[in-house]
């Protein structure tokens, strides 16, 4: 039989289900330094203003990539949130 300590330990702790989840868990280094480059990259296709003939296919190439980077950065963190949720 449970004494009355372990009766209100037990009344006085969270299931894991419903403890608030940590801003961080899902981010990873790689999605990090990701969503970082990706944003330097499209600030420097949009700050670039040269005056050479293959400049705006330069400029681009930048945002593209910059966006892609982005892109690849969501589906790292999200694959990580995914991932710690099945081992919870």
Do not use: W
């Not at 009766?7 to 969270?14: D, K, P, V």
């Amino acid at each position: 039989m449970p004494t009355e300590a372990e009766i209100q330990r037990i009344l006085s702790s969270q299931p894991k289900g419903l403890e608030p989840p940590s801003p961080f868990r899902g981010f990873s280094l790689t999605a990090i330094v990701g969503y970082l480059a990706g944003t330097a990259m499209v600030f420097t296709g949009i700050s670039n203003q040269g005056k050479s003939a293959d400049q705006p296919s330069a400029q681009a190439i930048q945002l593209a990539g910059g966006f892609t980077v982005i892109c690849l950065a969501s589906i790292c963190r999200h694959t990580k949130r995914l991932s710690s949720r099945e081992q919870t």
